[in-house]
């Protein structure tokens, strides 16, 4: 797969260009791709850059990720966090769960990102995610195991569980994710590593609008 053509939301497209199109050239960098982007329609065209001599085709899929995170409301720092090995992107519809009512859909943002961003900072904090509710999706950036607790937290809020009984499943899974990583980092002491912290509020999301 050395070319991909996929489409992002148009007020999202200078956020993957970035000032003086400085986003899309440290994206294309770190990818060892090249980068169209149409910014009237929000059609994005990732291909291998022959001239950086690239022949891997895993970076096409990174940026592929990395413009889809961008797409979905992330701020580049926050996307950026997919060049790491293990980061993944999942994007959750929240058409699948709801109906058409756009009262509804407000309603339910509204619990997942929570007074002031409370919610979604706690989903975060507890399992090392990174989380943007954009348009009819929620997004989450993390390792495999973050982002299945992450994702049942958020599925919790949909079906109407209280905000205090998600945090206490969120607390209890804390515990198990921080004694899993600490088992890793024992068995490979090279895997330890001090992840950076993360700027809240990083991402631009379209919130409950």
Same mark, same amino acid.
């Given at each position: 797969?050395?070319?991909?053509? #996929? ?6 497209? +200078? ?7 400085? &986003? ?5 960098? $770190? &990818? ?20 950086? +001599? ?15 995170? %961008?797409? /979905? ?5 926050? *996307?950026?966090? #997919? ?18 009512? /756009? ?16 919610? /979604?900072? %706690?989903?975060?904090?507890? &399992? ?11 997004? %989450? %950036? ?7 607790? *992450? ?8 079906? $109407? ?18 004694? /899993?990583k600490m088992s890793l980092w024992e068995e490979h002491p090279a895997l330890k590593e001090v ?5 809240? $509020? ?8």
């Open positions: 797969m050395s070319r991909i053509y #996929l489409k992002i939301p148009v007020e999202r497209a +200078g956020a993957l260009i970035g000032e003086k199109g400085g &986003t899309k050239v440290e994206l294309e960098k $770190g &990818t060892g791709s090249s980068i169209e982007v149409d910014g009237a329609t929000g059609e994005v065209v990732i291909e291998m850059d022959a001239s950086s +001599g690239a022949r891997d085709p895993s970076g096409v899929l990174k940026a592929r990720d990395i413009v889809n995170a %961008i797409g /979905r409301g992330f701020s580049p720092e926050r *996307a950026f966090r #997919l060049f790491t090995d293990g980061q993944m992107l999942e994007v959750i519809d929240l058409k699948q769960a709801l109906d058409e009512s /756009r009262n509804q859909m407000r309603r339910i943002k509204g619990r997942i990102i929570g007074e002031d961003g409370k919610t /979604r900072r %706690i989903i975060e904090s507890l &399992t090392g995610t990174v989380v943007s509710v954009y348009g009819h999706t929620v997004s %989450i %950036i993390g390792e495999y195991d973050e982002i299945i607790v *992450a994702k049942e937290a958020v599925a919790m809020l949909v079906k $109407g569980a209280m905000h205090g009984s998600v945090y206490k499943y969120l607390n209890k899974e804390h515990a198990v994710l921080k004694k /899993r992840r950076p912290r993360e700027a809240e $509020g990083g991402e631009d999301p379209e919130g409950v609008d």
